[in-house]
Every structure is written in structure tokens, then in C-alpha cells.
């Protein structure tokens, strides 16, 4: 029996314009196989068994179990979990500089009070991305605690405003 | 890994700067309550304190905050060497 490999990987669609055909792809790196991206070199194919693959959400970590292909060009995604990272809310409130971070993995939101661009300024907004989100553990908790530290970062920010 | 050397290394991660204070929100297990440290800098080094609710902010008292919950929901202090494990591992 082949040996399964577990490793993290994300995928992506429309390999060779086939616009629903998921892949992705691994290459070895202190000895274990790992995803990596397009532009690696040495890497190796990864495709997802049609019996998980309409559950795949592009450009998302997932925790997959893989099998070699019998040509062993590379590999089939058998199982793939999505990879739920913890939020970290931090709050920064220094002379001119009212803003929060949130991030997981390698994502980032910010909020800003002072920005003009809605995607920053808007609380609501930036909840609402953040409880839709697959891959932030405690989605609705992480939205509530963000919006409780905005609204701290906003009454500060007002405050600063009026007193200038 | 202990906690003063958790927290060092936050101050150090965010940049928390000498006459900033940093205020770590996280769940006391053996009082089953969170609570808030509340990091200075003093002469000695980084002086910790934890108070049950968290301290009164001004517009002109710099600060930094932080927090994060743990995979049941518990509010723990962030490991800066996970934050930096996950950067890289979500390529």
C-alpha cells in the first residue's frame, strides 16, 4: 500500500484552462514533502480526488493526506481539512497613530479611524469579513472582541481630534 | 515556555516603545477569570501586574494592546514564535 504523506497545501483552479480542475503543489524540503508555490523549483503536482474536491476552496490552507499517483509524478490530495489560524487582535494608540491589526496566518486587516478608505475605517465592514472568514478559528468571537477594541480606538481617536 | 519570557518577547515583536504601556488580555486558569496585564518599563526591566478589568485609557497615554484565544475560546498570551510559524506556513 502506497505511503500516505500529510502536509499542508493550498490549491488553486484552471490548470491547462480547464477552469474547475484544482491543484496545487509540494516539493521536499528537510526530507518531508511540503506545499509550496507555482514558482518552486523541484516541486511536484498535486490533485484533488474528485470525491473531496467539490468541498475545496481556492487560495485556502488545507491539511491534506496524499497519496503518490501510480506514475509518480506527483501526488492525490485523499482528505484536506482547512487550516483554522487564531486571531490576534493588536491595538496601537501612540501620538498620532490610532490603529488595530488583526491577523492570522499570513493575513492582515487593519482598522484605522483615520483613513479614508472604507475598508479600513469601517467597523462593521471589517467584522463582517472577519465572521465570514474559513480559516480564523473562533470567527465570531475573534468579529466581537474586534469590534470592542474599535470602539475603544475610536472613542481615543475622537478624543485626540477634539483636543487639537 | 515561561511568562515573563512570553511577554518579553511581545514587547520586543510589537515594539512597544519605553514610555508606552502594553496590556495583555488573557484567562487566569487557577481563577477561572480573565484578566489584564499591564507591562511597564521601569529601571529593573519589564514590571508585570494583573488587574481584573481592564485600566482606564486616555487619548494621551500611549499604549499597545493584544490578544488572542486559544482553539476553546480561552484568551491566552500569544506565542510570537506561533505568530511568526504561521506567517510562513500560510505561503
Known amino acids: 500500500m502506497a505511503q500516505r504523506i500529510k502536509t499542508n497545501i493550498k490549491f488553486y483552479k484552471g490548470l491547462d484552462n480547464v477552469a474547475d480542475k484544482l491543484y496545487g503543489f509540494v516539493a521536499k524540503s528537510n526530507g518531508s514533502w511540503r506545499g509550496c508555490r507555482e514558482t518552486e523549483s523541484k516541486k511536484k503536482i498535486v490533485f484533488v480526488d474528485t470525491a473531496i474536491s467539490k468541498d475545496i476552496i481556492p487560495n485556502t490552507l488545507y491539511s491534506c493526506s496524499l497519496v503518490p499517483m501510480r506514475n509518480e509524478g506527483g501526488f492525490i490530495a485523499k482528505s484536506a481539512t482547512i487550516v483554522k489560524f487564531p486571531g490576534t487582535i493588536a491595538t496601537i494608540c501612540r501620538n498620532n497613530v490610532f490603529l488595530i491589526r488583526i491577523t492570522f496566518g499570513n493575513k492582515e486587516y487593519i482598522y484605522d479611524p483615520s483613513s479614508k478608505e472604507k475598508r479600513k475605517n469601517d467597523i462593521k465592514s471589517i467584522a463582517n469579513i472577519l465572521r465570514s472568514r474559513n480559516d480564523l478559528e473562533n470567527a465570531m468571537s475573534v468579529a466581537e472582541d474586534f469590534i470592542d477594541n474599535a470602539c475603544i480606538v475610536k472613542r481615543l481617536y475622537e478624543q485626540r481630534q477634539s483636543n487639537v | ?91
Do not use: C
Open chain 2, 1 to 91: 515556555m515561561n511568562t515573563t519570557f512570553k511577554i518579553q518577547q511581545i514587547w520586543q515583536y510589537l515594539g512597544v516603545q519605553d514610555d508606552e504601556i502594553l496590556i495583555i488580555r488573557h484567562y487566569n486558569k487557577s481563577d477561572d477569570k480573565d484578566e489584564f496585564l499591564v507591562v511597564e518599563s521601569t529601571q529593573e526591566g519589564l514590571k508585570v501586574s494583573a488587574v481584573s478589568t481592564l485600566p482606564q485609557l486616555r487619548a494621551d497615554q500611549p499604549f499597545q494592546m493584544i490578544q488572542q484565544r486559544d482553539s476553546s475560546g480561552k484568551f491566552i498570551i500569544p506565542s510570537v514564535t506561533q505568530l511568526i510559524n504561521d506567517k510562513v506556513s500560510d505561503y
